[in-house]
């Protein structure tokens, strides 16, 4: 398998929508290049491809190290019960009181479920709250992407 790629995806292989797409993106030190894919394949529990201009085993060891990204464009929809978790980023969080917890700056894997992590305004200039909600329906009760906003069941003391 001379000049294939080994990708380890975050997620379960199989579920991967890498495996159906024809053009990756992958950052690295030296920045951004976009690779047009010939064959990509589960193996075990990463992910081979074959990407057009990558020749030989020098060549892929010098991608190492890479994150591969798609277009969120070639993203295929999410059913009606589901999210992408980069669409919930910049998303207002508010408790069931109205209360401000903070800004979706991301969505963390720390073990059996993701987090949100939040960003709020401190008490002080420059100083900022950071909290963590568990991404599960008994906290996180309602997400409207179209409003940009999230209502969650929880305190600001927690």
């Known amino acids: 398998m001379r000049g294939w790629l080994r990708i380890v995806p975050f997620n379960d292989p199989h579920d991967s929508i890498l495996t159906g797409r024809p053009r990756w993106w992958l950052r690295g030190p030296a920045g951004c ?3 047009e894919i010939e064959q990509a394949r589960v193996h075990g529990d990463e992910i081979v491809a074959k990407a057009r201009g990558v020749e030989g085993r020098d ?16 993203f295929p929809g999410a059913n009606e019960d589901e999210v992408y978790w980069v669409d919930l980023i910049g998303c207002t969080v508010r408790n069931r009181e109205g209360e401000l917890l903070g800004v979706v700056a991301a969505v963390e894997e ?7 992590r939040l ?8 100083r900022t709250i950071q909290r963590l909600v568990p991404l ?11 409003g940009r906003r999230i209502v969650a069941d929880w305190g600001l003391d927690y």
């Open 33 to 35: 290049r976009q690779l």
């Open 136 to 146: 599960v329906p008994a906290h996180v009760v309602e997400v409207d992407l179209a």
């Open 110 to 116: 720390f073990g059996a479920d993701p987090v949100l």
């Open 59 to 74: 060549h892929a060891l010098a991608l190492k190290g890479c994150e591969v990204m798609i277009s969120r464009a070639e």
């Open 119 to 126: 960003e709020a305004p401190g008490d002080a200039p420059g």
